[in-house]
């Protein structure tokens, strides 16, 4: 059967609403959030990484939030040494000279040797896309489910491509024989610079038909061979990573260059309406890569003085309870589960969260009193490892003091722990915590055996508590009490201590933290 590929009634039916809301819309934060699709090329430079480096990315787990373009060009070459960065010029160069674009039409579109083209993968892609708001609305057009893979076509422009590039790296091997490697890593997004028209012409003078006389495939093999699509430029990234093995290295800094990416493309960010609350409930899940304790902000809406809407941001939450919604939508898809953690408002119904991609990672610094003695400086550092319903958060722990009342024998603590948050309120966190570690007390000596770190130093256990009240996420105060208890003290220690005079005792540490 001949098929005219066009945009669907289902489709423009679809799409109305959200045009019509859209009129008196400037730079709104909206829940038309749709999957795109990426391609991910090398940057070759003509060495023997290259080949580590084609590797790494062909191979590189993509999140499930995003489709996979197979494009025919998959390395491009610049001709620099890689001991110097490329910049986003001489990326551009390269790309100008290859048709990405048209890769991309071939990829999506199933493109044959002959010049034939499906709409298989649009049509999969469409209903795969397709929210339960949808399946509602094709039901009530009573055009049937099944038109909903025609929402396909207005995901191709939604295509990008990805350049990574390596540079700089670095082997080292230590006294041990252990070797280290280490990359710097840029990434370069492009998207494909098509619209509903040009996409609307590509099919009219492209789209190959059966009955088509073979003087007008011939002509439509030659309208897509002169094709001129560019691919537009929309956001750089960069990153370093080292590991024992190159591989991993640039493995890390793949990962870090998409997150990077994913705060720098709007359309990559994944923005939701909130749909319940008591848990706060929204309708996504594995299929938009969310994971626990993902960061998403919440908006709600306004209008100015001209009757313009507008967005007016109020808090922060994390995903609790994922949902597993990795399949075609049937108008009843289990919403996944978030926690409120900063916002004087409540979010409410309606609301629209978006992605705000975080580390997940906070830094307290601030003074300490007590303890095993004297006054110092506290700095920790703790990872956010998992979110629950109710609030509960566990953190993973890197905590650090320097005693400043004993600056001739140095005094340092140490060590690594976990923490178990409970949220009082959204403003107010508590969180008993332990960490084990060394107090290391060292002095100018010519001594240079093995164990001598060790003798200088004496096992540490500190459990305590800490609150943290927000005062402006990702902005809080901390205050912690904490009981440090000293064992195991090495000989060298015991020396040093008689004139440091550090005991086990209580003490309490005052500062700010910050989440990145």
């Known amino acids: 059967m001949i098929k005219k590929i066009f945009i669907s009634s289902l489709f423009i039916f679809l799409l109305l609403p959200a045009a019509s809301g859209q009129e008196k819309v400037k730079e709104v934060v909206t829940s038309n959030y749709n999957r795109n699709s990426i391609s991910m090329v090398t940057v070759l430079r003509g060495d023997s990484y290259d080949s580590q480096a084609t590797s790494a990315v062909r191979y590189y787990k993509i999140s499930e939030k995003f489709d996979l ?48 083209m499906n709409d298989k993968t649009i049509l999969y892609r469409g209903n795969y896309d397709a929210k339960d708001q949808d399946v509602i609305n094709a039901r009530a057009a009573r055009v049937g489910t099944d038109a909903l893979g025609e929402l396909g076509h207005a995901l191709v422009s939604g295509s990008y491509i990805v350049l990574t590039d390596f540079s700089k790296i670095e082997r080292d091997t ?50 897509f061979q002169n094709l001129d699509i560019p691919m537009i430029p929309v956001a750089e990234a960069r990153t370093s990573s080292s590991a024992s093995k190159l591989e991993d290295a640039m493995n890390s800094c793949i990962g870090d260059l998409i997150f990077k990416l994913e705060s720098r493309i709007p359309a990559w960010e994944v923005a939701v309406t909130i749909i319940g609350k008591r848990p706060l409930r929204a309708k996504i899940g594995t299929k938009e890569g969310l994971r626990n304790g993902d960061r998403y902000r919440a908006y709600s809406y306004t209008e100015d003085s001209r009757g313009n809407l507008k967005s007016v941001p109020h808090g922060v ?80 722990m890197l905590s650090g003091a320097f005693d400043l009342s ?26 008993p915590y332990a960490v084990i570690g060394l107090e290391h007390i060292g002095y100018s000596s010519t001594d240079s055996s093995e164990d001598r770190f060790m003798r200088e130093s004496a096992m540490l256990l500190e459990p305590g508590v800490r609150a943290a009240i927000n005062v402006a996420y990702p902005l809080q105060v901390v205050a912690k009490a904490y009981y440090d208890v000293l064992a195991l003290q090495g000989s060298t220690y015991k020396m040093y201590n008689y004139y440091v005079g550090h005991k086990s005792g209580l003490g309490f540490q005052f500062g700010v933290k910050w989440t990145f």
């Open 174 to 223: 230590d006294q041990k024989g252990n070797v280290h490697w280490s990359t710097n890593a840029q990434a370069f997004a492009y998207k494909i610079g098509l619209d509903m028209d040009t996409l609307n012409d590509f099919y009219e003078k492209c789209w190959i038909y059966d009955d088509d006389t073979d003087a007008v495939k011939q002509e439509k093999r030659l309208a």
């Open 69 to 116: 373009n197979s494009l025919k060009t998959r390395t491009v070459r610049v001709s620099k040494t890689r001991s110097e960065p490329i910049y986003q010029s001489e990326v551009d160069e390269v790309v100008n000279k290859i048709r990405f674009a048209p890769e991309i039409l071939a990829s999506i579109f199933n493109r044959d040797a002959n010049g034939m």
């Open 317 to 396: 939450l994390r995903a609790t309870e994922i949902s597993s919604n990795s399949g075609m939508s049937i108008g009843e898809t289990e919403p996944s589960k978030f926690y409120q953690i900063s916002g004087l408002a409540n979010i409410d119904e309606g609301w629209t969260i978006k992605q705000s991609n975080d580390l997940k990672i906070g830094v307290t610094a601030g003074l300490r009193t007590g303890g095993t003695g004297g006054t110092g400086i506290g700095i920790d550092a703790d990872f956010l490892a998992n979110t629950s319903n109710v609030g509960t958060m566990s953190y993973f």
């Open 406 to 431: 004993n600056a001739d024998y140095m005094p340092i603590q140490f060590g690594i722990g976990f923490a178990y948050g409970f949220h009082l309120t959204r403003f107010v966190e508590l969180a």
